[in-house]
């Protein structure tokens, strides 16, 4: 059952080789660091004729962007990809890619957000687009990383979801790494993902308005469309990933994965490439005798509040990975795992426990990991006052300035 | 599972050799991972590549801060950076080098394998491309992948007549590890080391010890001072103190500032020259020449 042939790539070739394969018809990007290599080899592809398609060199992200969201409305399979400042200078026409219901699918090489300039992964760029309508995927390795783009096109193109599609890998962690990728038969992806169809698109058979005036007679409603087709995309994820497990027997999760976390006491959540180092913390915890679980959040958006809840009811304490932060608040992740277990019965409602580790590309370490683990397990005991949210992973005190800013 | 930590200069290879080593593995069945050190990559400034290779997949996302091989192709590295950080004691150090490894300055107490792999390299392709030297040595020293498996992962990189001269320059690699009389030398922390963090001026730039960050990463000028770039260089401007008139020429198309007149003769600061050879190129009287770094 497990199909295709393994070779060994970069990360970014991989998602290069699932893109083409497919078959999307128009392609607009702008070059960033780290998600050069992409469209570089996505654009030697169309020039080699190996994939046909149009490849528009954009003079900006905002064009690129405005490039895809004008192809797919004329009922065409489009991608692009960009990362850090270059995302969010997409930012209003993702807005628009949902609201229009613009089934584009994007990669996000995730790349911290300037100020301070830098080229380390974390999540600040990519998880701006929380409250977009854009549905978002993080994956952990490259073998992830190649199946979700083929499922991206598939649960964005449903005709129950037809919304922008985010596959989010972090930068040089996964698209620079070198490693073995299983890559499938064109003739396999094209029994998986069929042609687009898409319901409705520009033509001059047919001439209609995309993205029109409403006022506050109808946006509420429209709000209210907007909500159910992004709840609705839980189920087409979870398919997609079925489907892919069905054709191809291999799964890296649907909504989440869960790993030792059922008889957890300490349940460690996180999302990204962080997660591969967690899943070997697992087993190294484990061995040393602390009953620790992981759960991978795979879809931030929509959230999957209930499969959260049920996978981490069982635990103690529940501390969550975040690799970005809502100033003046605490980590993202960690307040939507929150939210989602404040449905649980208050007598397994597990301790949450924020931290900010992997932020600003801080590698977390198995030590990181341990160091969580051990914070989290303070917490219970009641050796702390209580959970701190926003715990920075490795601070360096030397660093800070003695008296404030001013 | 093994871990391999490479570094070279921007330019020589560090990020394909750790590239290939995971091709070679793979040949082998085994899984493994490379990948390299991110930051602005420029051609001859210190970059690093990490490999880890297992029999099974490799699952761990962070740089190598433990290796079990530390693979050095510019032998001017340990100068410049802390090469030995974090080897395991039991780890072992590979360096091109025709020179005895007890000379160079060492962090720690470490086995050390001198390769002359640019030797190799000049006599196979008549430019110092180190890696397969290199590679062919590392398979000689580990049992974890073979000399085959190397060769045949520049060839599928390189196809026809290049292939078979990285193989040629592997199996000499490969060959001198197993000379008699060539054994790992066991070098001792020289006390002359500069050491990771002193490559730069220890008490300046972001984050120095002493200078905490400002809340908006704003900083004085002249920060770059904390960053002698002349680590980087391959080549050094030498000036002919007898043809220099002191035009000032070369001063205002230096790239990096490290021209000064004094008593009309152009002085270099070799702390930052990056050793470009332009100063050279626009002398209109010829006085810089450039010189191997290596000598
Ligand atoms: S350009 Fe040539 S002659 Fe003029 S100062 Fe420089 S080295 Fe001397
Ligand atoms: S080689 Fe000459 S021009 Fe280039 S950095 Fe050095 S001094 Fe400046």
Redesign the pocket.
């Known amino acids: 059952m497990t199909r295709g042939t393994v070779s060994v790539m970069e990360g970014s070739m991989a998602v290069a080789k699932a893109v083409k394969a497919c078959r999307p018809a128009v392609i607009s990007a702008y070059p960033i660091t780290p998600q050069t290599h992409i469209i570089e080899m996505l654009a030697q592809m169309v020039a080699q004729g190996e994939l046909e398609a149009e490849y528009v060199r954009a003079d900006s992200e905002f064009s690129a962007a405005s490039v895809v969201a004008g192809a797919s409305a004329t009922g065409v399979r489009t991608y692009t990809a960009s990362a850090s400042q270059g995302l969010l200078l997409m930012t209003e026409v993702l807005y628009y890619l949902a609201g229009a219901r613009l089934p584009v699918v994007l990669t996000g090489t995730n790349r911290q957000v300037s100020v301070p300039l830098g080229l380390q992964p974390d999540h600040r760029d990519t998880m701006s687009f929380r409250d977009s309508g854009v549905i978002q995927l993080y994956v952990e390795n490259v073998q992830e990383a190649y199946d979700t783009h083929l499922q991206a096109f598939k649960i964005a193109e449903d005709h129950g979801v037809l919304l922008p599609t985010m596959v989010c890998m972090d930068g040089f962690v996964l698209t620079h790494v070198v490693e073995p990728v299983r890559i499938l038969d064109q003739v396999d992806v094209d029994g998986y993902l069929p042609p687009y169809e898409p319901v409705h698109y520009l033509t001059p058979e047919r001439p209609s308005v995309f993205g029109s005036y409403t006022d506050d007679a109808n946006t509420l409603e429209f709000y209210y469309l907007l909500q159910q087709a992004v709840l609705g995309a839980k189920a087409k994820v979870e398919l997609a990933a079925r489907d892919f497990r069905a054709a191809f027997g291999r799964s890296h999760g649907g909504l989440i994965d869960s790993y030792g976390a059922e008889d957890a006491e300490v349940v460690v959540i996180a999302m990204g490439s962080t997660v591969g180092t967690l899943r070997e913390a697992v087993d190294v915890l484990r061995r040393e005798g602390a009953k620790v679980g992981l759960i991978k959040v795979r879809c931030f958006r929509p959230f999957p509040a209930e499969e959260v809840r049920q996978a981490a009811s069982g635990a103690d304490a529940v501390a969550v990975v975040d690799r970005a932060m809502s100033f003046g608040f605490q980590g993202v992740l960690a307040t939507d795992v929150k939210a989602a277990l404040y449905d649980a019965p208050a007598a397994n409602r597990p301790v949450v426990m924020g931290t900010m580790a992997g932020f600003g590309g801080r590698e977390v370490t198995i030590d990181t990991v341990r160091e969580i683990v051990k914070v989290a397990r303070q917490a219970l005991d009641g050796h702390l006052p209580a959970p701190d949210d926003s715990n920075f992973i490795g601070l360096k005190p030397e660093l800070l300035p003695v008296a404030g800013p001013g | 599972m093994i871990e391999i930590r490479i570094h070279g200069r921007g330019g020589q290879g560090a990020v394909l050799a750790a590239e290939l080593l995971v091709h070679a593995a793979f040949a082998e069945g085994k899984f493994g991972q490379a990948f390299p050190a991110f930051g602005g990559e420029r051609r001859g400034a210190p970059v690093q590549a990490f490999v880890r290779l297992d029999k099974s997949p490799v699952r761990v996302r962070y740089r190598v801060y433990r290796p079990d091989y530390v693979v050095i192709l510019d032998r001017t590295l340990p100068d410049m950076i802390d090469v030995l950080d974090g080897l395991r004691p039991d780890g072992v150090v590979l360096i091109d080098s025709a020179r005895p490894p007890a000379t160079l300055s060492w962090s720690a107490d470490a086995p050390v394998y001198a390769i002359p792999a640019t030797a190799i390299a000049m006599e196979v392709f008549g430019q110092p491309l180190v890696n397969p030297a290199m590679l062919g040595a590392l398979a000689a020293i580990t049992s974890e992948i073979s000399l085959l498996s190397i060769q045949d992962a520049f060839q599928r990189r390189f196809p026809g007549s290049l292939g078979e001269k990285n193989g040629l320059a592997a199996q000499m690699g490969y060959d001198h590890v197993l000379k008699p009389d060539v054994l790992p030398v066991r070098v001792t922390r020289s006390p002359h080391v500069r050491g990771v963090g002193q490559a730069s001026a220890p008490d300046a730039g972001l984050g120095a010890p002493g200078h905490p960050l400002h809340f908006g990463l704003v900083v004085a000028p002249r920060t770059s001072l904390a960053y002698p770039t002349g680590g980087w260089r391959y080549a050094r401007p030498a000036?002919d103190a007898d043809?220099?008139?002191?035009?000032?020429?070369?001063?205002a198309f230096c790239p990096d500032s490290s021209?000064t007149?004094v008593e009309k003769?152009?002085i270099v600061d070799y702390m930052y020259c990056k050793g470009c050879g332009i100063?050279s190129k626009?002398?209109?009287?010829g006085?810089?020449a450039m010189m191997s770094e290596e000598g």
Do not use: E, F, P, Y
């Not at chain 2, 220099?244 to 001063?251: A, E, M, S, T």
């Open positions: 000036v043809i220099c008139n002191g035009c000032g020429l070369c001063v021209l007149i003769q152009a100063c626009v002398c209109s009287r006085a810089i």
